[in-house]
């Protein structure tokens, strides 16, 4: 069995939390992004993050938090990590990373080569870094939008200086490939894992894993 690591993404209930660590995730995602339909509000998280075990990172998805909004969630939930999901900078980056003391994990959108030269910037200031599938223009979310990017980008690239997560359409029918392609080993799902928008699928969610680690 292949030693991947699954991230799950945009847990809402205290079934899909146990679902997706009775399947072997390594972190799951809480989603504080008030458009999104796996959002939460701080309280819930920490209802769902409280039982966690150990060895389960928790993860904070946020979109260009401001300090108060940070404050505020830190103080509430037990996290483990920051997972910027907005247009932060390199220099914001550092900034949270700095004053919070969690390890931060910075997204990347990704459509095309260029895309990935900010990688050796943002290396320098977040702890792992995740490439996502940018979204389409007209999208209300910034993530969890089920599209894959062109995986052929990242072939090769063995070189960068963080631990990286793939995301971005990824399905229990195509994560292998993916893996197989990217030399990811780490991968990331949302919208791969559910029955409908926000709803969460053990069944998908096991079989994810499974085949990530197949
Ligand atoms: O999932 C959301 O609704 C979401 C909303 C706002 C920002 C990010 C969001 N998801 C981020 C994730 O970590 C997803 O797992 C990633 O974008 C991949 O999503 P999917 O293609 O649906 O697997």
């Known amino acids: 069995m292949a030693d991947i690591q699954v991230k799950i993404c945009g847990l809402r209930t205290a079934e899909d939390v146990a679902a997706a660590v009775s399947a072997g995730a390594r972190y799951l995602g809480f989603n504080f992004f008030p458009k999104s339909p796996r959002s939460v509000d701080a309280e819930t998280a920490r209802a769902l993050a409280v039982d966690v075990p150990a060895g389960v990172a928790k993860v904070a998805l946020l979109v260009n938090p401001t300090d108060a909004e940070l404050d505020r969630l830190i103080e509430t939930v037990p996290l483990d990590m ?57 999208a209300v979310l ?61 069944g998908k969610m096991a079989a994810f894993i499974r085949a990530a680690q197949s």
């Open 82 to 138: 920051l997972q910027l999901h907005g247009s932060e900078t390199p220099e914001r980056v550092a900034e949270i990373r700095g004053r919070y003391g969690l390890p931060v994990m910075k997204v990347l959108g990704v459509a095309s080569a260029e895309d990935l030269d900010a990688i050796d910037s943002y290396s320098a200031v977040a702890d792992q870094l995740l490439l996502d599938a940018k979204p389409p223009k007209d």
């Open 142 to 202: 910034p993530g969890g939008n089920g599209l894959a990017f062109d995986w052929q980008l990242l072939a090769g690239r063995k070189y960068w200086t963080r631990p990286w997560m793939l995301a971005g359409g990824l399905t229990p029918d195509n994560v292998a490939e993916a893996i197989a392609r990217t030399g990811a080993k780490q991968v990331d799902v949302a919208s791969g894992v559910e029955s409908a928008p926000g709803v969460k699928d053990a």
